[in-house]
């Protein structure tokens, strides 16, 4: 019975009844104030990051598969990758 007790619906019922429906959402504010910067960072690091990757391996005229021939590179999964890990480094830096 002790275990009941101390299960999710159990905390969220014993919250509201105690503290009322609002209390569910204590602390979201901040949270969405902390979000919306690193969100809006990310999101351009992102789109930067992705457009420096595609002008620096036309610039090295390489195509999808290594070769110097054709100038366009198709990165795929790998720059997506790098260009979404460096952007997440930045925003959190910030």
Not at 20 to 36: D, E, P, Q, S
Not at 51 to 80: C, I, Y
Request: hydrophobic share 40%; proline share 2%.
């Amino acid at each position: 019975e002790a275990q009941a007790r101390s299960g999710i619906i159990h905390s969220l019922r014993r919250i509201v009844q105690t503290e009322g429906v609002a209390a569910l959402w204590k602390g979201n504010g901040v949270t969405i104030i902390h979000r919306l910067p690193y969100s809006a960072v990310n999101f351009y690091a992102y789109e930067q990051l992705m457009n420096g990757l595609d002008t620096a391996m036309k610039t090295l005229h390489f195509d999808e598969n290594g070769d110097p021939s054709s100038g366009t590179f198709g990165w795929g999964v790998a720059q997506r990758l790098l260009a979404g890990g460096s952007a997440g480094c930045i925003a959190g830096t910030m």
